[in-house]
């Protein structure tokens, strides 16, 4: 199982580079593994840092998340990229960083973005 609670993880990872990517990962779509794999070349390990569903109805419009936490746990586990998970309750992602203290912590350029596939979506069953 790649879900690590965060306050194992220094352990785990100890003596390694470790490359920190996050986000809510709500309707996994292809910026998602792009980034996921882009993420993992940087490092020796890559932890995902996922918004736990308390954390996303704090900073996203209602009805979010489509797809609960540990939906979202299981689906951004099974990439190939990704070799450890965390959630996180917080609206940022500070916690996490203070914590484990990666070395780097790289984030999604937004090439796409799920609010824009539900917007689609919508649009089209008019």
């Known amino acids: 199982m790649k879900l690590r609670r965060l306050e194992d993880l220094p352990a785990l990872?100890?003596?390694k580079k470790v490359v920190l990517a996050n986000g809510c990962f709500d309707l996994l779509h292809v910026g998602h593994l792009r980034y996921l794999q882009h993420a993992r070349t940087m490092g020796d390990v890559l932890v995902v840092a996922i918004n736990s569903d308390k954390s996303m109805a704090r900073i996203k419009e209602p009805g979010r998340p489509i797809l609960d936490e540990a939906e979202r746990v299981s689906l951004v586990s099974a990439l190939r990229?990704?070799?450890y998970?965390?959630?996180f309750?917080?609206?940022d992602v500070s916690r996490v960083?203070?914590?484990l203290r990666?070395?780097?912590h790289t984030k999604d350029p937004k090439n796409h973005s799920t609010?824009?596939?539900i917007n689609r979506i919508l649009s089209t069953e008019k």
């Open 13 to 15: 990872v100890q003596g």
């Open 81 to 83: 990229p990704v070799d």
């Open 85 to 87: 998970v965390v959630l």
């Open 89 to 91: 309750d917080e609206p």
């Open 97 to 99: 960083l203070e914590v």
């Open 102 to 104: 990666p070395a780097i």
């Open 115 to 117: 609010r824009d596939i």
